[in-house]
Structure formats: structure tokens, C-alpha cells
């Protein structure tokens, strides 16, 4: 079992800066993928950055030069710096975990971006 807690989203104008984080219930070094999906009104949750168990890091298309996930092994926990933000960027953030074949989420964070 992995228990996922996001905190960090909010309101920010176009061009602004948030970072997320996820702090799991047990080490992350263990957890072969985690990362950060997304869920905008009226879409399919998708994938925004995900970074594995050796560092290896994958980023929607989108969000590639602006977004950065990175993690502390140490804390358990899992980043994403998000930069130039705009409002296509708005959306519900979950936190993931993919541990032993089994997929794990957390309760997710509203990120809200004027115009």
C-alpha cells in the first residue's frame, strides 16, 4: 500500500510559477515509477511528467521546457516545479505511483491559471 498527499496547487497568472508536492507513505526509492498526472474539465486524465526508480524522466509535450519532476529520496517525496504557467495548464493534479504492478493515486490539487 502507498499513500499519496499532493499540496502546492492554487491560484497563479499566466506566466507564474507553482510546485507541487507528493509525500508517500513509504520510501519512494523502492517505487519504480512515480509522477504527476492531469485532469482538466471535460478531458481524460493524462500523463505530465513521470520519473523512475534510476531518474529516468518522461514529459507530456506540452509541458517539456516549462515543467520540471524531481524527487527526495530522503523525504519521500516527489516535485514538479511548474514554470511559465498558462491557462491551459489548469486542472486537477494528481499524484502517482505504480509500486509492484499496482497503481496508487493521491486525492489530487486545483491548479487554477488566469489569463
Known amino acids: 500500500q502507498v499513500q499519496l498527499v499532493e499540496s502546492g496547487g492554487g491560484l497563479v497568472q499566466a506566466g507564474g510559477s507553482l510546485r507541487l508536492s507528493c509525500a508517500a507513505s513509504?520510501?519512494?526509492?523502492?517505487?519504480?515509477?512515480k509522477g504527476w498526472y492531469r485532469q482538466a474539465p471535460g478531458k481524460q486524465r493524462e500523463m505530465v511528467a513521470l520519473?523512475?526508480?534510476?531518474?529516468?524522466?518522461i514529459y507530456e509535450s506540452s509541458v517539456k521546457g516549462r515543467f520540471t519532476i524531481s524527487r527526495d529520496n530522503a523525504k519521500n517525496t516527489v516535485y514538479l516545479q511548474m514554470n511559465n504557467l498558462n491557462p491551459e495548464d489548469t486542472a486537477v493534479y494528481y499524484c502517482y505511483a505504480r509500486h509492484y504492478s499496482l497503481d496508487y493515486w493521491g486525492q489530487g490539487t486545483q491548479v487554477t491559471v488566469s489569463s
Open positions: 513509504r520510501s519512494i526509492y523502492v517505487i519504480k515509477t
Open positions: 520519473i523512475t526508480s534510476k531518474g529516468s524522466t
